[in-house]
């Protein structure tokens, strides 16, 4: 049988090229894929939270078609400063000041946080999750190699990548954002230690360590730590070759970070990492841009407590990952507390359909052509990985299971492949979560026990003390405690 | 108010001097501590999963003392060959080759799972995880100090630390594990690569990759990987100093990994590394050796779903832990089926009891001693981290809480004190779990479907068809199923 994958082509939104083009792997049957992963000194953002959801959807379709994939989505743990530019503090280390820990212990902390989140959101484990203090001796020979190639140059212990020599050998900075030169060179604003820098656009490769800088390395140039862009560029092609499939990162990451990260690819191999580079949206927040300084802002974690002034209650991580999935990830996604209740309506709707598809039985062929119905799901996944479309069509098979009572209008056999196929978009490949057997059961209880406080009402007013009586020992063997209060009977375990 | 660490001091049996001495840290009111940590190229053993178990607990104590501590927990991701010794292949790298995977995919998958199995085991995350393969550098740095001193050489691009060397300038190795050189030397089987060796003693600091081996990186010696005893030395003085208190691993790290490491310590530095070894014992099952061989095996995940021949069900977690618990860490512990069954009785009583002690009312004070009671349960704690007799002590306070219904012998203040150290011995210290919501839901939801379906045979038994029929449809509703079948009626949701 053909690979699921030769069936249904993917295309893919290149953001190298600007144009839909066709996946054609570098190695038949396997896809190299590298996600740029959180800097861990702090909450993950629910931005950085909807890039990894996007491109765990983007994961498990393609090893859903078949494809033998390989994720890499690193942690940022040294070397990210605190303006993204080549000046400032690094993030951690001052986090790590501020609280008076190891930076080490702040790496841990939000990376333990950060898998507890992705965990909830449904995301599966990249396969390989490399650190960059842990590519120091990797990102050293890459800041070598472009040296000995003359596109860097040591300067007061930093190594700095050479834009303009870059440039003037055939190379193309600027290929992935688009800016020319000049704009660059112009708009770079006036830091400190740009005065080690031959042109305001060169970035660096490597940076000397301050005595107060806690996080550095022996290198052949000082005793320093990598640049920020260089670890995506060291990892990536360690794990995934010189040449692999697909690059994927938030937008913010366009300029300079991968922009960078293809200038080093190139000028170390002459290939530029990846073929294809996909960019997932940012996010706003009731209309506005998330900012912690005007209070527009919330955490993941507060999404699924309520604990947040700006929501009216919390919210199911399924539903979160469903409302995240009704759009599409290189669309900008507007948060606000409607349109999450409009979602988790939608969600509870498709799960509760596919719990009631589970026991209903085969009334014979109807007019659902299921075939047309499947192609059409594949056809909006490989046309550049179409959730919003896909969950269109699921409604539609919503439309079929509610049709009729116990039954539906399949064949044995289109039931099955049709159940089949339902659960692999709504829990493989979309990666929804029923709730747990402990929520269900929450509820089932919160029912049954209307019940039973209605029952011991109607034996009371009947003066049917043995039922009563049943009802209170029973209740009272199995640990639950009814209060009867002004607003009615109450139970508690 | 003095910190509980003055009150209750803590003793240690020390197996670097095979006394009990009080613990007396390096830097006041801190604790810096090491635990080498699992080798992530398969399932955590269960004999691991109680290792780290045991020194979560002495982490959650001396924090509870009021200790700041730092606890790092290494993950062995490279350089632990298969004979443990410095010769076969990478564990790693064989299970990488085995499964045709790049080795950091195993790294991550065995890395995911022992989170998850250390997490439902209550717990707590290190301060800090570092892995090998993030340490090289610092690895090659304390390989050429070494050298530098003359404890070390180089041969044939693999670098060796000289015992003999070692010794003759005043060296101790075989402090800790008390075997003498003359045993080191003809103990030792003749293996592959040893030629390269002075005496059979030395052991690996350094080793040249082989053309197959493929987790490798550039030193002054060779292109290789380091050798498995140089990790802990690395990372335990980098993130904790030359001098921290406590150093813990499973008793079969004792020779040669711990007297390699205080070997490479004191050659480094001139310092031990930690002040006090802790070695956690063994594990057996049914009585005898767990060997994969013979199939008297377990593996965490097998003991909490039970899905193995040697068990008869499941265990929660919690009471896995409170097993373990129950057995002091330095003493063999035997698993079987009776002593997990007769824990998950002494849990559940302990438990019980304390949700039980939320809802009493203080009657008074009667002859109970709390503060001698309390200062019992540290005293326990503090000496030597002796789990038993706190459990011991914690089944005196079951006795208390189950002498009345209501209430119970304390005065008001006392029950509040009574209630927070019953919160912090069981909870914060021990680490056992209250059941999850979930289960606690659906157990309550059991009893009040029994309840439900009872007052139902009861309305047809009367013919009471107006309940029988408000039964049938407010369940209907609720979603929950009702089956009647030979052995009585049962249902679904």
Chains 1, 2 share one sequence.
Request: net charge negative; proline share 4%; with cysteine.
């Amino acid at each position: 049988m053909n690979p699921l994958y030769s069936t249904y082509p993917v295309h893919i939104e290149n953001s190298l090229t600007g144009a839909k083009e066709q996946l054609v792997p570098v190695s038949e049957g396997r896809i190299g894929m590298y996600v740029c992963g959180p800097t861990v000194y702090s909450d993950v953002h629910l931005g950085n939270a909807r890039t990894f959801t996007s491109f765990d959807f983007i994961f498990r379709y393609l090893s859903h078609l078949g494809y033998k994939v390989r994720y890499v989505r690193n942690i940022t743990d040294a070397g990210h400063l605190e303006n993204d530019a080549d000046e400032g503090e690094d993030k951690i280390a001052k986090k790590a000041r501020l609280e008076q820990l190891e930076p080490m212990e702040i790496v841990q902390r939000y990376t333990v946080d950060f898998h507890k989140v992705m965990d909830r959101l449904g995301a599966l484990p990249p396969s390989i999750e490399p650190t960059a203090t842990g590519h120091i001796v990797e990102q050293i020979e890459m800041t070598q190699a472009i040296i000995d190639k003359g596109w860097a140059y040591e300067s007061n212990g930093s190594v700095y990548f050479d834009v303009d020599a870059y440039n003037r050998d055939g190379g193309d900075y600027g290929v992935l954002s688009g800016r020319k030169m000049d704009e660059l060179q112009s708009g770079s604003r006036a830091l400190d230690g740009q005065e080690e820098k031959r042109n305001p656009a060169d970035f660096a490769l490597w940076k000397k360590a301050s005595p107060a800088h806690i996080m550095r390395w022996p290198s052949p140039w000082s005793v320093g730590f990598p640049g920020w862009h260089l670890e995506c560029s060291a990892m990536s092609t360690k794990y995934l070759g010189e040449e692999f499939d697909i690059h994927g990162g938030g937008m913010d990451l366009k300029f300079p970070h991968h922009e960078c990260e293809i200038a080093q690819n190139t000028a170390t191999s002459g290939k530029k990492g990846a073929k294809y580079w996909l960019h997932a949206n940012m996010l706003t927040l009731n209309g506005k841009r998330m900012s912690k300084s005007t209070g527009n802002t919330i955490l993941p974690g507060e999404l699924f407590s309520g604990n947040n002034p700006l929501l009216a209650k919390g919210f199911r991580p399924s539903v979160v990952r469903f409302f995240m999935m009704q759009a599409h990830y290189s669309s900008v996604l507007d948060f606000s507390n409607e349109a999450l209740l409009a979602a988790e309506k939608g969600h509870d709707k498709l799960l509760a359909a596919w719990s009631k598809l589970q026991g209903l039985e085969a009334s014979g062929s109807g007019d659902f052509d299921l075939q047309a119905w499947i192609d059409k799901c594949y056809q909006s996944l490989s046309d550049n990985f179409n959730s919003p479309i896909l969950i269109a069509h699921l409604f539609e098979a919503i439309k079929l299971i509610n049709q009729n009572e116990g039954s539906i209008a399949l064949s044995a056999s289109d039931l099955s492949v049709f159940k089949e196929k339902m659960n692999a978009f709504v829990f493989d490949i979309l990666g929804l979560q029923m709730e747990e057997g402990g929520s269900a059961h929450s509820e089932a209880l919160d029912k049954a026990m209307d019940l039973v406080i209605e029952l011991r009402a109607k034996a009371r007013e009947n003066k049917d003390w043995g039922t009563a009586d049943l009802i209170r020992d029973q209740l009272s063997a199995a640990g639950i405690k009814l209060k009867d209060g002004a607003e009615g009977t109450s139970y508690e375990i």
